[in-house]
């Protein structure tokens, strides 16, 4: 590549240095080693220098706001216009993914949205800067047990989990933390139990205690797989839930192989299709399923009497 006439130098600088804060808010030190390592320019780099770059941006319409000793451009050559509905579906989205909670798929968000708020009007910009800065409102949950799940997730730690699986049985299990999941107005965690090659949903509050184990989840996961047979006109009516696939059919039949849906969730799918449905695999599955038919039919006795 030419290099330009030493006239154009300025320019160009001026024009980099717009980039470089269109991307993101830099230091002044920040700043100068990025245009340092750009070979196309002369190292000019005073305090009058930096001032005439952003006089310059001024007198363009450009403003630049120092916070401490960050640098930060509030708006771009440019401005996109939006309607109505789109802001309210932008702001929503906004308030969203802070209920995600993925502290690095939140940042990555952030940091879009706060580069494209650039290029709107100032009103649009600070408020979308707002409800950025906005705190995530708890639902129902204590906002503490969601911050403790959150800190265990990123440590990469496996935990140790005691939940009520029902109003009155309680156990314990030792688990991989995967993720934390809000829906229906309720959070849940989804989790993996390497003990039982399964994945694992529980919902907050049905736990009474958690703790660190002190073992690393090793991020390797083995899903055993859950087989049942079809029967009749369901063989034929069936649809297939997420990570399920055929594995045989025939006329009046259909087996399923189930991977990662949550035992306790699946076995109690398989209940409702009654004599529709049987499990082939594995032994312990159908035991479990078989205890869980005579826990209903006791009950279903002791609410009769």
Same mark, same amino acid.
């Given at each position: 590549?030419?290099?330009?006439?030493?006239?154009?130098? !300025?320019?160009?600088?001026?024009?980099?240095?717009?980039? #470089?804060?269109?991307?993101?808010?830099?230091?002044?030190?920040?700043?100068?080693?990025?245009?340092?390592?750009?070979?196309?320019?002369?190292?000019?780099?005073?305090?009058?220098?930096?001032?005439? +770059? =952003?006089?310059? =941006?001024?007198?363009?319409?450009?403003?630049?706001?120092?916070?401490?000793?960050? /640098?930060?451009? $509030?708006?771009?050559? +440019?401005?996109?216009?939006?309607?109505?509905?789109?802001?309210?579906?932008?702001?929503?989205?906004?308030? +969203?993914?802070?209920?995600?909670?993925?502290?690095?798929?939140?940042? !990555?968000?952030?940091?879009? #949205?706060?580069?494209?708020?650039?290029?709107?009007?100032?009103?649009?910009?600070?408020?979308?800067?707002?409800?950025?800065?906005?705190?995530? @409102?708890?639902?129902?949950?204590?906002? %503490?047990?969601?911050?403790?799940?959150? *800190?265990?997730?990123?440590?990469?730690?496996?935990?140790?989990? !005691?939940?009520?699986?029902?109003?009155?049985?309680?156990?314990? #299990?030792?688990?991989?933390?995967?993720?934390?999941?809000?829906?229906?107005?309720?959070?849940?965690?989804?989790?993996?139990?390497?003990?039982? $090659?399964? %994945?694992?949903?529980?919902?907050?509050?049905?736990?009474?205690?958690?703790? @660190?184990?002190?073992?690393? $989840?090793?991020?390797?996961?083995?899903?055993?797989?859950?087989?049942?047979?079809?029967?009749?006109?369901?063989?034929?009516?069936?649809?297939?839930?997420? *990570?399920?696939?055929?594995?045989?059919?025939?006329?009046? +039949?259909?087996?399923? *192989?189930?991977?990662?849906?949550?035992?306790? /969730?699946?076995?109690?799918?398989?209940?409702?299709?009654?004599?529709?449905?049987?499990?082939?695999?594995?032994?312990?599955? @159908?035991?479990?399923?078989?205890?869980?038919?005579?826990?209903?039919?006791?009950?279903?006795?002791?609410?009769?009497?």
């Amino acid at each position: 590549m030419i290099k330009p006439e030493k006239k154009f130098d !300025t320019g160009l600088r001026i024009l980099e240095v717009l980039k #470089i804060l269109l991307a993101k808010d830099v230091s002044k030190k920040e700043l100068i080693e990025k245009i340092r390592n750009n070979s196309e320019f002369e190292n000019v780099y005073t305090q009058e220098a930096f001032i005439k +770059y =952003f006089n310059t =941006f001024d007198l363009a319409g450009l403003k630049i706001n120092k916070d401490k000793n960050v /640098y930060k451009l $509030s708006n771009a050559i +440019y401005s996109v216009s939006l309607s109505e509905d789109e802001i309210k579906v932008l702001f929503k989205f906004i308030r +969203y993914i802070k209920r995600i909670h993925n502290k690095q798929l939140e940042k !990555t968000i952030g940091e879009i #949205i706060y580069t494209f708020a650039k290029y709107t009007e100032e009103q649009l910009h600070n408020e979308i800067n707002s409800v950025l800065k906005e705190k995530v @409102q708890s639902i129902k949950q204590s906002p %503490n047990i969601i911050n403790s799940l959150e *800190s265990l997730l990123y440590d990469n730690q496996l935990i140790v989990i !005691t939940y009520y699986k029902n109003k009155s049985v309680k156990d314990t #299990i030792t688990v991989e933390l995967k993720e934390i999941i809000e829906k229906d107005n309720t959070v849940l965690i989804s989790c993996y139990d390497p003990v039982k $090659s399964r %994945n694992k949903k529980i919902y907050i509050d049905s736990i009474t205690e958690i703790k @660190q184990s002190p073992k690393k $989840s090793t991020g390797i996961k083995h899903l055993d797989s859950v087989i049942f047979c079809l029967y009749g006109r369901l063989a034929n009516s069936y649809k297939l839930k997420e *990570s399920e696939k055929v594995i045989d059919f025939g006329s009046d +039949y259909l087996i399923v *192989s189930n991977t990662e849906e949550d035992k306790d /969730y699946l076995l109690r799918r398989l209940l409702k299709y009654g004599e529709n449905c049987k499990i082939t695999y594995p032994k312990s599955i @159908q035991k479990e399923f078989l205890s869980l038919t005579d826990e209903i039919l006791k009950n279903l006795e002791e609410g009769i009497k």
